[in-house]
T-cell receptor, first 110, second 113 residues
């Protein structure tokens, strides 16, 4: 158990819909990272937050947004969903250096 | 542009033998490299890391070697155990790029009895 929690574990929705994925980092970690893993692909970095502020952005679509709240939990919002958004979404937290990953949310867009 | 490459999608090894997983990278500005292991339906689990100022780091059965001139790193597992069967991801961090990681596509290791 990495100490990073993600909810929900599975999410099935339809094209055009909007969903919110939630992540709680390890106690004391200020940084939260979001990654997307599509079928047979490596993890693609989406966005990083540090203590409530956006720190770095990867290839995150404009339809996607994230935020980190004062209690350090983070949410990833995905809107106008397309079939190609079906993937595993991982959250990680870090005190610096090594990142510790949550179990992921599997999103299926039908 | 795939900056971190794992060219072997799968590897099969007998129990007790050495497993060698390889990773190549193209960006000389990567300063820190990590290996993660991933079981199905779980998140990646950190295994071992190495800074670009070193060429070897060892932790129990796991050793990572870094060859900067060849832009190549490898993970050695000795001896291999059936519980090592998983997907292994190589990841790299860019100097001055915050702490975001660039991942390879993974190698599925199967350790057979």
């Amino acid at each position: 158990d990495s100490g990073v929690t993600q909810t929900p574990k599975h999410l099935i929705t339809a094209t055009g819909q909007r969903v919110t994925l939630r992540c709680s980092p390890r106690s004391g970690d200020l940084s939260v990272y979001w990654y997307q893993q599509s079928l047979d692909q490596g993890l693609q970095f989406l966005i990083q937050y540090y203590n409530g502020e956006e720190r770095a952005k990867g290839n995150i679509l404009e339809r996607f947004s994230a935020q980190q709240f004062p209690d350090l939990h983070s949410e990833l919002n995905l809107s106008s969903l397309e079939l190609g958004d079906s993937a595993l979404y991982f959250c990680a937290s870090s005190p610096g250096g090594v990142q510790f990953f949550g179990p992921g949310t599997r999103l299926t867009v039908l | 542009d795939q900056q971190v490459k794992q060219n072997s999608p799968s590897l099969s090894v007998q129990e007790g033998r050495i497993s060698i997983l390889n990773c190549d990278y193209t960006n000389s500005m990567f300063d820190y490299f990590l290996w993660y292991k991933k079981y199905p339906a779980e998140g990646p689990t950190f295994l071992i890391s190495i800074s670009s100022i070193k060429d070897k780091n060892e932790d129990g059965r796991f050793t990572v070697f870094l060859n900067k001139s060849a832009k190549h790193l490898s993970l050695h597992i000795v001896p291999s155990q059936p519980g090592d069967s998983a997907v292994y991801f190589c990841a790299a961090r860019l100097t001055g790029g915050g702490n975001k990681l660039t991942f390879g596509t993974g190698t599925q290791l199967k350790v057979e009895l």
